[in-house]
């Protein structure tokens, strides 16, 4: 039995049909990340998870409970917003501790989760600050911190890291990380970031325009997509796409990630030109335009000095190599 | 620095600019109050001159105070006022917020059914209200007027709150359901002190024409003990001899409650609000 499964979702707004039909299981203490390109349902899966979106068709069942029709409150969540949302009214205390007196908690009992949760996230110093006192990075913390203190069944994240500047999104990126292991609860989290999936999943669910795509753990989707959205869309940069044929396979297109294509001064199989270089230190990307296979990105370790213009040849490493089908489908 | 100059420069300007302007509103309103403290012969011989000892006199003041009722047509005043602004900013904000919040079926057509009252003035109706008043026993009462006030201004309330309450962030409401909040909770303490500006706009632009209106009061509410303040400054307007001194002292005692008013709402206008709820 799963901590979350929702069968045969379904969501319209009018005559638009946003999510077609999800079939999903999430396991007890599994961090499931939900990735697809920008519009394609992912917060509006989210939304239904909690209640704060109505299911056209289908159910949702959280801990073996149907909840398909319990308002957000009852189905003991607790969602993490992009935005923040603290209660610009409350200090961080009462932010923090607001769920729990709606539920008619005992005040000891409320004070005593508070504390916990500050001291998990370091909000010590915080805790009577309003919400307008504090730095971007320290209200997200004390979002998550008001998520922890429900001790809720499942965890819903949208987003919660866009907002913040690249440091502080790693350092609260580990700090998920460990709160996840710490409390061992199931968690939904929603990213259209690379990273941020491939590092914080357990199980990633590729979405694309209201359906599924394929779920698994990150190296399952990295090393084995099942089409080419999945595997263009698992790493960065993105996969090469080649024109099988003209390589004299069998397969309509080939795709290979730009690690796995070899590039030489000499010749190579590809024969093209550099178009642009980015060095970047501990890897250089070079983008080649290649003689009928179009724009290729290679993926070198280290540094090297490759100029543009200069003629080069690329060979694709075959055993690493994914064939699709004309429909986009894995040829196993 | 030659930066800073020219800022200097535009400040100064923009700073004549809204000058002149003041001076120019507040301008009848310093001629009635100066004229109210004159004596009826210094009005007429220098209207616009600052009452000297010569010219000081007191005789409006205590004209107004002694003849009619006129305590009570200031609080009648203030009661409708106040009773008839608290409806409009109630109902005003409950009906904008379920228009922006929730989707219902006719959520459109609701909306400008009720921004319809914008466009087509309530005085049309008058012969209506009347009849309705009467049937229901409500002549001669500040209920009457409060009711039609609150009529009178809600379609404004509502159309300006549901633009701003559309603003308000979903993800804090949201937050407050998850969190068990009942929709009132979320929509007293998380939606309103957010659109408090909006409300306090609102507030103003109700409370002036309720408190200057003539119409409504002459027509529902004549009667001596629910006269409002501006029902009752009529007496000393007669139709051979106005007696100014009384008039001008009037209007200068009514305007204060107004100024007084908008001193409150001014200040949430101008109060830097709940910075930092989101982002
Ligand atoms: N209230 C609504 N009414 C109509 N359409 C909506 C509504 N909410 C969302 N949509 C549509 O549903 C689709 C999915 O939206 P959703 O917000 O779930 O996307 P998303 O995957 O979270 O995208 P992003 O990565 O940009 O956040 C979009 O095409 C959007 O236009
Ligand atoms: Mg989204």
Redesign the pocket.
């Known amino acids: 039995m799963g901590a979350l499964t929702l069968s045969n979702v379904t969501k319209s707004?009018?005559a638009?049909d946003?999510i077609k039909g999800v079939d999903l299981e999430v396991n007890e203490g599994e961090f499931c990340v939900f990735v697809?390109?920008?519009?394609?349902?992912?917060?509006?899966?989210l939304?239904i998870i909690a209640g704060l979106e109505d299911a056209s068709g289908g159910a949702v069942t959280i801990d073996g409970r149907d909840v398909t029709l319990l308002p957000p409150a009852k189905r003991e969540i607790a969602m993490v917003f992009q935005s923040y949302a603290l209660y610009p009214h409350l200090s961080v205390r009462d932010n923090m501790g607001l769920a729990l007196k709606q539920a008619g908690v005992a005040r000891a009992e409320i004070a005593a989760a508070t504390d916990r949760a500050a001291g998990m996230l370091a909000l010590g110093p915080l805790m009577d600050r309003r919400p307008a006192e504090l730095s971007g990075g320290q209200r997200q913390r004390v979002a998550i911190g008001r998520a922890i203190v429900r001790t809720p069944k499942l965890f819903l994240f949208?987003?919660p890291l866009s907002n913040l500047d690249a440091a502080l999104r790693v350092q609260t990126r580990i700090e998920i990380a460990r709160l996840h292991r710490d409390l061992g609860a199931t968690m939904v989290y929603?990213t259209?970031d690379q990273v941020e999936a491939m590092t914080l999943a357990d199980r990633i669910v590729v979405?694309r325009a209201?359906r599924v795509e394929q779920v698994g753990a990150p190296m399952e989707l990295y090393n084995d997509p099942a089409n080419t959205f999945v595997a263009g869309f698992i790493g960065s940069p993105q996969m090469n796409f080649l024109k099988a044929g003209a390589l004299g396979m069998r397969s309509d297109s080939m795709g290979v990630r730009p690690e796995h294509l070899a590039i030489s001064r000499g010749t190579g199989q590809i024969a093209g030109k550099i178009s642009h270089v980015e060095k970047l230190g501990g890897e250089t990307l070079v983008y080649v335009m290649t003689d009928g296979q179009g724009l290729l990105t290679v993926r070198l370790f280290g540094e090297h000095d490759y100029t543009v213009d200069e003629a080069v040849g690329l060979t694709p490493d075959l055993s690493r190599a994914f064939h699709f089908d004309a429909a986009g489908l894995r040829m196993r | 620095m030659a930066q800073a100059r020219s800022h200097f420069g535009r400040s100064i300007a923009a700073h004549a600019v809204l000058l002149t302007y003041t001076v120019i509103a507040l301008f009848p309103v310093f001629v009635i109050v100066i004229n109210s403290f004159k004596s009826r012969k210094a009005i007429f011989s220098e209207p616009l001159a600052v009452p000297t000892p010569a010219t000081f006199d007191l005789i409006g003041y205590a004209t107004v105070l002694k003849q009619g009722d006129f305590f009570q047509y200031f609080q009648n005043s203030m009661i409708v006022t106040v009773a008839s602004l608290f409806f409009v900013l109630l109902f005003g904000a409950m009906a904008a917020f379920a228009l922006s919040e929730y989707?219902f079926r006719g959520n459109l057509m609701m909306g400008l059914y009720l921004a319809l009252g914008i466009m087509i003035p309530i005085r049309l109706g008058t012969v209506a209200i009347l009849q309705m008043m009467v049937a229901s026993g409500l002549v001669n009462t500040l209920a009457a007027l409060i009711l039609v006030y609150t009529a009178q201004g809600l379609p404004l309330a509502v159309f300006i709150l549901s633009e701003f309450m559309k603003q308000v962030s979903d993800d804090l409401k949201n937050a407050g359901r998850i969190d068990g909040l009942s929709e009132y909770r979320i929509f007293f303490t998380l939606v309103l002190p957010l659109v408090r500006p909006a409300m306090a706009t609102v507030a103003v632009f109700t409370m002036i024409p309720i408190w200057n209106d003539l119409w409504f009061p002459l027509i529902l509410a004549p009667a001596e003990s629910v006269k409002t303040i501006t029902l009752g400054s009529q007496v000393f307007i007669g139709q051979f001899v106005t007696n100014w001194n009384a008039v001008l002292a009037a209007l200068s005692l009514a305007i204060l409650p107004v100024l007084v008013m908008y001193l409150i709402f001014s200040r949430q206008l101008i109060r830097g609000i709940t910075a930092g709820a989101v982002k």
Request: overall charge positive; proline content about 5%.
């Open positions: 707004f009018g638009t946003v697809g390109p920008s519009g394609c349902g992912k917060s509006t899966l939304r949208d987003e929603v259209h979405l209201g | 989707r």
